[in-house]
């Protein structure tokens, strides 16, 4: 089931959107190769933390994180990968691993790989491990209005 509040407010705004139902898959290799979308369409969620405060990275699939830029551009002194017990607790409706990319949902700053803007669509983790939703970029920007960047390698 799609992650309730992403689902209200999908709906809510009349947004269309495309469910994508595949097999329990966890890594965004499986993820991938189960939806059958090549992994750079995909939109990587990476909880971090932000001189100690929660925020979203999200990447391509197929990127890591340079944390060197990602600190520039959130002008940060400090930037860690959040332990699931760190930000466990802030996504109750969400299978872990599995948040869709709408950290206003769970009032956490956005920002966002450029390289995922220049797609019509785009593709992320529905709350679990059994969905992708797939939706237009443009509708998805003025939703969760992500702060944008260059961070990946």
Same mark, same amino acid.
């Given at each position: 089931? @799609? ?10 705004? %009349?947004?269309?959107?495309? *469910?994508? &139902?595949?097999?329990?898959?966890? *890594?965004?290799?499986? +993820?991938? /190769?189960?939806? $059958? ?23 391509? #699939?197929? %990127?890591? @994180?340079?944390?060197?830029?990602? !600190? ?8 860690? +990968?959040?332990? /699931?017990? /760190?930000?466990?607790? &802030? ?15 769970? !009032?956490?700053? @956005? ?6 803007? !220049?797609?019509?669509?785009? #593709?992320?983790?529905? #709350?679990? $491990?059994? /969905? ?15 702060? $944008?960047?260059?961070?990946? @390698?």
């Amino acid at each position: 089931m @799609i992650a309730k509040k992403l689902k209200e407010l999908l709906d809510s705004k %009349k947004i269309k959107y495309v *469910t994508l &139902t595949h097999s329990p898959a966890y *890594t965004i290799q499986e +993820i991938a /190769e189960a939806a $059958h979308i090549p992994s750079d369409k995909l939109a990587k969620t990476v909880i971090v933390k932000l001189d100690g405060t929660l925020g979203m990275a999200v990447v391509p #699939g197929n %990127k890591k @994180i340079n944390i060197e830029a990602l !600190k520039k551009l959130a002008n940060v002194n400090n930037i860690d +990968i959040a332990t /699931e017990s /760190e930000f466990r607790s &802030t996504f109750p409706d969400c299978d872990l691993g599995a948040m869709p990319p709408f950290g206003n949902l769970y !009032k956490m700053k @956005i920002y966002m790989d450029d390289s995922l803007a !220049k797609d019509k669509e785009i #593709g992320f983790n529905a #709350g679990n $491990h059994s /969905e992708i939703i797939k939706m237009k970029y443009e509708d998805y920007e003025s939703l969760a209005g992500p702060i $944008h960047g260059h961070f990946v @390698i």
